[in-house]
């Protein structure tokens, strides 16, 4: 196999403490977090207490300065734990980002060290029950009145959102343009106005805390927008490349623990008297299976080396989305399939991992979308 050399010894160092917490502190409580359809919220304050939560925020606000390899083990380990419960990834590489590059001074005080340590979740609220993948065509309206923005609208399939104690909200400040009416607004979900819809029951994902969002009349602060008034969806489309990195990293870590599990399978398992590992269509099956990861694990290293320079264009990103998440879920298939009825029984890792994988192909933008946005750097669109 081909060593991976993004990362040094004290990288290593904290991928070792991460899965020490993976296996202590998360996997022996998610039977229960998916029974009741969220992570309690003593697992935060836990992961924050442990530096897990924010890591490349700088220190003044909370977090480790880290550079964004940290972020990566977190997620690879995340994964590699057969782990969908805990909205980590979102909070910390998603919301906070956000706030730490476009909030005020005063915002990010206000919010950031709260979230580093676990004591405030953060959710961010794009989805629509009419829009789906298209961002520019949302409905929630910000009206500036004076001091405040006043939010009406509604949301849905909001990961963390049952938990969120602040969420950052795609708006329209001005629906006459479009795109460029576009503002990012960050609601206090304790501001009133504001309600929580029931917890979303998935098909996956089902210890992911997962809900609508209703706006009535919100008064915010005007000082919550961040950045500038009308920039919201090029915000949006800087920080969606790594929003689907997150994904592709995710998957491929993912999918090579689902051959570890399988191969561990089929060396116990007997069929006919031998280790169902004894057949060739087994063993030709599982080398298909490690060679596709390879090729995937080569191909999103590199990416995040990009990443890393700055360098990683929209149009790659969406590359790595796409062809990992539909490799994981083919994958995940063909290991399903070698664990023959065991395969379809809860209690194993495969089981779980098949049903949530299935999402990965939509959301952060469904696979489709990502073919779109591929064409077009290749200058191919649709004609007029």
């Known amino acids: 196999m081909i060593a991976r050399t ?38 935060w304050k836990k992961a924050g207490a442990n530096g897990y939560l924010c890591p490349t925020m700088p220190e003044e606000y909370g977090g480790a300065g880290a550079d964004r390899l940290y972020s990566v083990i977190l997620m690879e380990e995340q994964a590699r734990a057969n782990n969908t419960s805990v909205g980590f990834s979102l909070h910390s590489e998603i919301v906070a980002p956000y706030l730490n590059r476009y909030g005020t001074d005063v915002l990010k005080k206000k919010y950031l060290p709260k979230m580093a340590a676990g004591e405030l979740i ?113 915000y949006l489309m800087q920080e969606l490349p790594w929003e689907r990195m997150q994904i592709a990293i995710g998957a491929v870590a993912k999918t090579e623990a689902a051959i570890e599990w399988t191969k561990d399978y089929v060396r116990e398992r007997k069929a006919f008297g031998k280790p169902v590992a004894g057949f060739q269509n087994t063993r030709f099956k599982l080398a298909e299976c490690v060679t596709q990861a390879q090729v995937a694990r080569v191909f999103v290293d590199k990416c995040i080396g990009l990443l890393l320079e700055g360098k990683l264009d929209a149009a790659t990103a969406a590359m790595a989305k796409y062809w990992t998440t539909d490799l994981e879920g083919k994958i995940i298939d063909e290991c399903l399939q070698l664990h023959g009825g065991y395969g379809f029984m809860w209690e194993f890792p495969i089981a779980r991992a098949y049903v949530d994988a299935r999402v990965a192909r939509i959301y952060g933008g469904t696979n489709e979308i990502m073919k779109e946005v591929i064409s077009r750097s290749i200058g191919l669109s649709e004609p007029k």
């Open 6 to 43: 993004l990362f040094s010894p004290e990288h290593e160092t904290f991928r070792d403490s991460v899965r020490r917490f993976m296996e202590e502190e998360v996997k022996p409580n998610d039977d229960h977090w998916q029974e009741q359809g969220y992570v309690d919220r003593d697992a």
């Open 122 to 234: 953060g959710a961010i609220a794009m989805t629509e029950p009419g829009t789906g993948s298209d961002l520019q065509s949302v409905k929630t309206t910000a009206v500036r009145k004076g001091d405040y923005y006043v939010i009406n609208g509604s949301k849905t399939f909001i990961t963390n959102g049952w938990n969120a104690d602040l969420v950052i909200v795609v708006t329209k400040t001005d629906p006459t343009k479009g795109a460029k009416g576009t503002s990012l607004i960050v609601v206090d979900t304790t501001m009133k106005g504001f309600t929580k819809g029931k917890r979303l029951k998935k098909m996956g994902l089902k210890g992911q805390d997962t809900a609508e969002l209703f706006f009535d009349n919100v008064e915010v602060p005007a000082e919550n927008l961040l950045g500038q008034e009308g920039n919201g969806f090029i």
